[in-house]
């Protein structure tokens, strides 16, 4: 089938759950009745994709609060109690960090609970989002390690241990966001993908990386408003990515400023287009979905592109997101029609 869709990962979480319309939001219950209510948001995310037409699910990362830190709760060796102020993003803002102060190791399995009622709750494939090494270290002060690339490994082989796990639960895809890796362009080369890569050994699942320019936060607007009339920076690490295992690749293209020819640089991998803009409240139509689509098609094989969401839509209001989404597979549908 030409164009399945998938979503970046996040979902809003219902506001029983959640503080809504917010990152880091706080959670409205407490030990077994928090579980409860993330594993029935799970499962409500799960319908509400399946409703819309969405091909490979994710479980909306429900039971995270961040798509970092929902992965590092469960990882021995962080000091979350003495948090620090550090640069992220190469000092695009700053941020009271939790401290690296041992060897790192994991408590136990990380996802795996949502992992499981995702699996039984839909006959699907299913997509589990890990965040990258280069981007978990980039949201950590290390006091321990004393190099970046040695510390972003360590995580590298925890992340391993929890995909391959995932993979057991009967994860289809493992999909690894790197958002840092359009900040650290000169790094990406040379160990980036290489950490990627330790991060998927093994995996007999399809893999994946997002990158992005992030959320529409004001930090990152403001960031955007100064990287000029073209977003040019990923022209510096796709090489290295078409030359690394990872099959897939997820980029935002619906409003985007990143020239469409750099897709051309990923030869040989599928591309998971981003045809929703998760930074405007503006409803696309199914037209418009296709008219990404075509766009993308003049650089990527039609077989290669698969339909997504730019970005997570966590931060979003869910009666827009739940429109977003359905556009989405109606968008889909519609390209099969006119392009397939």
């Known amino acids: 089938m030409l164009f399945p869709t998938t979503i970046a990962g996040s979902l809003p979480k ?5 503080e809504p ?10 030990g077994d009745e928090l579980a409860r209510a993330k594993r ?9 994709q399946e409703d ?6 994710t479980e909306g990362e429900q039971a995270r609060q961040h798509f970092v830190h929902g992965f590092l709760e469960k990882v021995d060796g962080i000091d979350f109690a003495h948090k620090v102020e550090m640069g992220i993003r190469k000092d695009r803002y700053k941020a009271m960090v939790p ?21 039984a709750h839909t006959t699907r494939k299913l997509k589990f989002t890990l965040p990258g090494p280069m981007t978990i270290i980039d949201t950590l002060a290390d ?3 004393g190099d970046r690339v040695k510390m972003a490994f360590a995580f590298a082989e925890l992340l391993n241990e929890e995909a391959r796990a995932l993979e057991a639960d009967g994860i289809n895809m493992i999909q690894f966001d790197e958002p840092a890796f359009n900040v650290f362009m000169d790094e990406v080369p040379v160990w980036g993908i290489k950490a990627l890569e330790r991060a998927a050994q093994g995996l007999k699942c399809e893999t994946a990386v997002h990158i992005c320019y ?11 408003e100064t990287l000029g009339s073209e977003w040019r920076q990923y022209e510096e690490i796709f090489p290295a990515i078409a030359e690394s295992s990872i099959q897939q690749v997820a980029i935002e293209c619906r409003n985007s400023k990143v020239p469409l020819d750099l897709l051309a640089l990923l030869k040989g991998k599928k591309i998971q287009a981003g045809v929703i803009d998760v930074a405007s409240d503006t409803v696309e139509t199914a037209e418009d979905v296709v008219k990404v689509i075509e766009a993308v098609s003049k650089f990527v094989p039609l077989s290669d592109i698969v339909a997504t969401t730019n970005c997570g839509m966590a931060p979003m209001r869910r009666d827009i997101a739940e429109a977003k989404l359905m556009a989405l597979g109606a968008g889909a549908k519609l390209a099969r029609q006119k392009l397939g």
């Open 143 to 145: 006091s321990h390690y």
């Open 99 to 119: 401290q690296v102060v041992a060897a790192l190791k994991l408590k136990g399995r990380v996802h795996a609970d949502e992992a499981r009622v995702a699996r």
């Open 214 to 224: 992030g959320y529409g936060i004001k930090a990152n607007v403001d960031w955007k």
């Open 52 to 57: 819309a037409g969405i091909d490979l699910l």
């Open 21 to 30: 319309n917010m990152l880091w939001a706080p959670w409205k219950a407490k």
């Open 40 to 48: 029935d948001a799970t499962m409500l995310a799960l319908k509400v």
């Open 14 to 18: 219902p506001e029983w759950l959640a």
